[in-house]
């Protein structure tokens, strides 16, 4: 049984509750009208299962016994209103055999209810896949926007890197720079203590001046 069959068993189901209640309480007059909106819940469910092609055996089964239910309701409620010699007597006596001899504005008249709860269904399904492609849409950019993010982090990173590493040059040329100055002051320093002798003689002023500017090959 699909949806809408469903819906119709449910809202027959809730008005033969109603109609046995008003019954009971003599409420006679708005079981007419609930008999009768019965009725028309009744007829679109019908049309529903002829259109379906091979009428489903639980489909034909819960029709009929509703019609059977319908017809002995109104059967009911038509003798208590002639017992009582009540204006309202003047319900439909047909019940629900009326519905076989129904004329073609009747039958297209239900056809196009039928039809209506069929379209607000398929547009309910459709808003339904608007919300969700909105809702991917939004996912979506907000991905692009946190890759971009990231992106960006990624490039101020490598940036921050590369002055680092310039940094660091420069640092490291510095105190090659200092260092080789202090080994040559140190050195310098030393050969010229009037206590310092080399083997060879005193070291020449001109070997220690290309030492000091770093173009002296021992």
Same mark, same amino acid.
């Given at each position: 049984?699909?949806?809408?069959?469903? &819906?119709?068993?449910?809202?027959?189901?809730?008005?033969?509750?109603?109609? *046995?209640?008003?019954?009971?309480?003599?409420?006679? &007059?708005?079981?007419?009208?609930?008999?009768?909106?019965?009725?028309?819940?009744?007829?679109?469910? *019908?049309?529903?299962?002829?259109?379906?092609?091979?009428?489903?055996?639980?489909?034909?089964?819960?029709?009929?016994?509703?019609?059977?239910?319908?017809?002995?309701?109104?059967?009911?409620?038509?003798?208590?209103?002639?017992?009582?010699?009540? %204006?309202?007597?003047?319900?439909?006596?047909?019940?629900?055999?009326?519905?076989?001899?129904?004329? *073609?504005?009747?039958?297209?008249?239900?056809?196009?209810?039928?039809?209506?709860?069929?379209?607000?269904?398929?547009?309910?399904?459709?808003?339904?896949?608007?919300?969700?492609?909105?809702?991917?849409?939004?996912?979506?950019?907000?991905?692009?926007?946190?890759?971009?993010?990231?992106?960006?982090?990624?490039?101020?990173?490598?940036?921050?890197?590369?002055?680092?590493?310039?940094?660091?040059?420069?640092?490291?040329?510095?105190?090659?720079?200092?260092?080789?100055?202090?080994?040559?002051?140190?050195?310098?320093?030393?050969?010229?203590? %009037?206590?310092?002798?080399?083997?060879?003689?005193?070291?020449?002023?001109?070997?220690?001046?290309?030492? *000091?500017?770093?173009?002296?090959?021992?």
């Amino acid at each position: 049984m699909n949806n809408l069959l469903a &819906s119709y068993d449910s809202q027959l189901q809730s008005l033969i509750s109603t109609i *046995e209640s008003k019954l009971r309480d003599g409420k006679y &007059s708005e079981t007419g009208l609930d008999l009768s909106n019965a009725e028309s819940v009744l007829r679109r469910m *019908e049309l529903e299962v002829r259109s379906l092609g091979e009428e489903p055996c639980e489909a034909v089964q819960k029709v009929r016994y509703y019609k059977n239910l319908l017809l002995r309701q109104r059967a009911d409620l038509n003798s208590v209103l002639t017992a009582l010699n009540d %204006p309202c007597a003047c319900v439909s006596r047909d019940g629900l055999e009326s519905c076989n001899r129904a004329s *073609e504005t009747t039958f297209q008249r239900e056809r196009l209810l039928s039809n209506t709860d069929k379209l607000r269904q398929t547009s309910t399904l459709i808003e339904q896949g608007r919300q969700t492609l909105l809702q991917t849409e939004e996912l979506g950019t907000g991905v692009l926007r946190s890759l971009q993010e990231q992106r960006h982090a990624i490039t101020r990173a490598q940036d921050s890197l590369r002055q680092t590493d310039s940094s660091l040059g420069q640092a490291r040329k510095v105190v090659n720079s200092v260092c080789e100055n202090i080994t040559v002051k140190s050195v310098r320093k030393a050969v010229t203590a %009037p206590s310092f002798r080399l083997p060879f003689g005193i070291l020449d002023m001109r070997r220690l001046q290309l030492l *000091e500017t770093g173009s002296y090959d021992a």
